[in-house]
């Protein structure tokens, strides 16, 4: 029921939404190829109006080699004017980034997308006594140990009592006291 409420009623059919894709997809594809060959024709034209066919036949050795400082000036100066262009966007992508960083330290830095983590009641149940146990083992691990002198250990540890009775009896055990 609940389901229902929240799956959105569509205005077509499958069938007419299938049949409106493709031919959607047919008017792409037919557009994209027109663009294309627009692309090819354009730069072709842009060639033959920046760079004119060269025409070689009929001219002498001298011609030719002026023909060539000519071209070879011109080779320079499109060089430097991409240099100078190349410079440029190399300015612009650093300043682009450093300006993105200042964004992101006013921002407060980026924060990374939370990813959902599903678990079952069960899973989570068993994740908190097993915080519970770790922080008891570990205050147990933090407990600071006291070293005893010997002395101190001799006289809370009595030994066995047997031996301690028979030690202390008659006059050896007498002097024993008197010793310590």
């Given at each position: 029921c609940l389901i229902s409420l929240f799956q959105k009623k569509t205005k077509y059919s499958a069938t007419r939404r299938l049949l409106l894709k493709q031919k959607l997809l047919k008017k792409a594809g037919v557009l994209l190829v027109q663009e294309q060959?627009?692309?090819?024709?354009?730069?072709?034209?842009?060639?033959?109006?920046?760079?004119?066919?060269?025409?070689?036949?009929?001219?002498?050795?001298?011609?030719?080699?002026?023909?060539?400082?000519?071209?070879?000036?011109?080779?320079?100066?499109?060089?430097?004017?991409?240099?100078?262009?190349?410079?440029?966007?190399?300015?612009?992508?650093?300043?682009?980034?450093?300006?993105?960083?200042?964004?992101?330290?006013?921002?407060?830095?980026?924060?990374?997308?939370?990813?959902?983590?599903?678990?079952?009641?069960?899973?989570?149940l068993g994740a908190l006594t097993e915080a519970k146990l770790s922080s008891k083992a570990d205050f147990k691990s933090n407990l600071k140990t006291v070293k005893k002198d010997k002395k101190e250990e001799e006289k809370a540890d009595p030994g066995d009592w047997r031996k301690n009775v028979e030690s202390m009896s008659g006059m050896e055990g007498r002097k024993k006291l008197f010793n310590s």
């Open positions: 060959s627009n692309k090819v024709t354009e730069r072709e034209s842009t060639l033959n109006e920046r760079v004119p066919p060269l025409k070689l036949s009929g001219l002498s050795v001298q011609e030719l080699q002026e023909l060539c400082k000519e071209l070879h000036r011109k080779c320079d100066t499109v060089d430097e004017a991409r240099y100078d262009i190349e410079a440029k966007v190399l300015k612009n992508e650093k300043e682009l980034v450093d300006l993105n960083a200042k964004i992101n330290e006013l921002k407060g830095g980026k924060r990374p997308n939370l990813k959902r983590v599903k678990k079952s009641a069960d899973a989570m």
